[in-house]
Every structure is written in C-alpha cells, then in structure tokens.
C-alpha cells in the first residue's frame, strides 16, 4: 500500500466533507495501525489535529504509549502541538508531505495567537515574553502532588 497517497486521499476526504486539509497514518510492520484526518472543524475541539487523534488511536490498538518501530506520516509538517506528541510517542520516523511554505498561500488560519510566520518563533521564547498572556504562581503544596507520584511509583 502506498501510505503517502493513502495520508494525502485522506486529507482531500476530509476537505470534501467539510474538514481541513490535514491528516495523519500510522504505520508499524507495513500496516496501518491509525489513521486520522483532522477533526478540528467536525468537533469544534482545538486539539483534534490528526496527529493527536492517530497517535490516541495507535496506541490504544497497540496498547503502549511508546510508538518505536512504526512511521507516521502527516500531510503538513506538524505543528508544535503535534510535534510534541510526535517526540513523546517516539515513533522511528515522521514523514511530512508538505511545508508550512508551500501551502502558506492556501490556508489561513484566523486564531487570536496563532501566525502562520511566527508561531514556532512563540514557542522559543521565554513564557513571560510570548504573546499568550502567561503568569507562573507558584505553589509548594503543587510539588507536593510530584511527591505523592514518587512514593506511589517506588
């Protein structure tokens, strides 16, 4: 099977039916194991991106949280939000079908902090100077849920 047509007819699927135009196959020992189109639009969810949903769907049918040994594939080069979850799920290898430049011409995406040109750049600064308004409050008895993990992990 060819699992690069397969991730670009899923996208265009999901266009057709009102979705966006992404979408996200997860392939381990030649079979696909999840596949996704983003379901931001259908759900109204923001954090129904492809990747999100193929990897909670991998994983649940694989039974682990660890995704070593398989390849995903995903029609744009992911997001922070995805490449995130790509590095904690570990797969051995991502393929992207597209950059951020070449479909920055056919797709906008409106969200108050979102900027198509910026967004990584966000990520890379230090939480007090990035446009979302952040406010670190610490809270000693917050570690303590830390150590409450630790002992019942021992």
Known sequence: MDFVQRTIDL???????GGRPFATVIVKDGEIVAESPNKVAQTGDPTAHAEILAIREACTNLGTEHLTGAT?????HPCPMCLGSLYYCSPDEVVFLTTRA??????VDDRKYF????????FSKPWDERRLPMRYEPRDD??????LWQANSA
């Open 102 to 107: 070449a479909y920055e011409a056919y797709y």
């Open 142 to 147: 917050a570690i303590d849920v830390y150590r």
């Open 115 to 122: 900027e198509l040109a910026t967004f990584y750049d966000e």
């Open 11 to 17: 996208a265009r699927q999901n266009v057709t039916t």
């Open 72 to 76: 995903i594939y995903v029609l744009a």
